[in-house]
């Protein structure tokens, strides 16, 4: 390793830390919403995968994600609680104007938030944006990496605007960057009827298969059209019988695990084992085909 690589490390473990002492501050707030005992832990890289042509980018997402917390001093006072009718269509085409692709809206349950961590209000905006096909079929390669750093970029600038534009309409919010965040993001976003987790740990929507990021922001509106169903719940069997991911993960990260208590055999990611690749996104089939043409014959098959 170079001195410079071994500086461009430890700035990033610097900055990391920083931005987990921040997150974990908002413990303790007043009415603020703490994890499960039986929430995840979640996983703070040491160190992040910097280059030179990246490097601007991945400190532009070091900074917003430090600001998703240093600007909860900027909520209002007399906070509102309660949307106009007009408010939400309002917001949604401000949001789909500045680059959000899909929105969804849900209640949090706590287990959904990871262990030692807490958000200020259980109402959530989920904030999806699109990966680009051609860069993820592309993987690996440095043009796949850059285009996921730019898409984590894009999506924190974008959640943290939100989140002032919220403000300036006095409701309180709390934004969660894509980067991280401090919510597992898949379980919130399928709660949210947005799509189904796929085996490979990623959501998956009928827009974009598994190729999106997402972010979230909780706020003080407690009259968001939350979702109360979900139409997607047919993946998990589709993906039972595909398991493309798996067979093609170079690091074998992608495990089946059975359980002792119920007998059902699912699958967990190995983090350590991930190489970041984007294999299991490329490969998988409903990246390869749209998915009403997979659901479809699914259910030509299953019938």
């Known amino acids: 390793m170079s001195i410079l690589d071994g500086i461009k490390n430890q700035y990033a473990a610097y900055r990391l830390n920083g931005i987990n002492k921040l997150e974990c501050s908002v413990n303790g707030k007043n009415g603020s919403l703490m994890a499960a005992p039986t929430s995840p832990e979640k996983n703070m890289p040491d160190k992040l995968k910097i280059t030179l042509k990246t490097l601007p980018k991945q400190l532009s997402i070091a900074k917003n994600m430090e600001y998703t917390v240093k600007s909860l001093k900027n909520n209002p006072s007399n906070l509102k609680v309660t949307a106009e009718s007009n408010f ?135 009259n968001l059209p939350f979702n109360e169903s979900n139409e997607h719940s047919w993946v998990p069997d589709f993906c039972a019988k595909c398991g493309k991911c798996i067979k093609n993960c170079p690091g074998d990260a992608i495990i089946q695990e059975k359980s002792h208590e119920t007998g059902e055999v699912r699958t967990r990611v190995i983090k350590d084992l991930c190489h970041g690749c984007t294999i299991c996104m490329k490969e998988c089939s409903f990246n390869r085909w749209k998915y009403g043409q997979i659901k479809d014959k699914w259910i030509n098959i299953t019938n």
Do not use: C
């Open 88 to 222: 939400i269509q309002k917001f949604e085409d401000y949001a789909h104007s500045i680059g959000i692709d899909k929105i969804g809206y849900s209640k949090v349950p706590r287990e959904f938030i990871f262990k030692d961590r807490s958000i200020l209000f259980e109402n959530a905006i989920i904030l999806i944006t699109e990966m680009g096909k051609k860069a993820v079929d592309a993987a690996p390669s440095e043009d796949t990496q850059e285009m996921g750093v730019i898409t984590y970029d894009e999506l924190g600038k974008i959640t943290n605007m939100l989140t002032e534009f919220l403000r300036e309409n006095n409701f309180a919010a709390h934004a969660s960057h894509p980067a991280g965040g401090v919510v597992v993001y898949t379980w919130l976003a399928q709660h949210a009827g947005l799509g189904y987790k796929g085996r490979h740990g990623m959501i998956i929507t009928p827009e974009f298969g598994p190729r999106q990021r997402i972010s979230a922001i909780f706020t003080s509106i407690q």
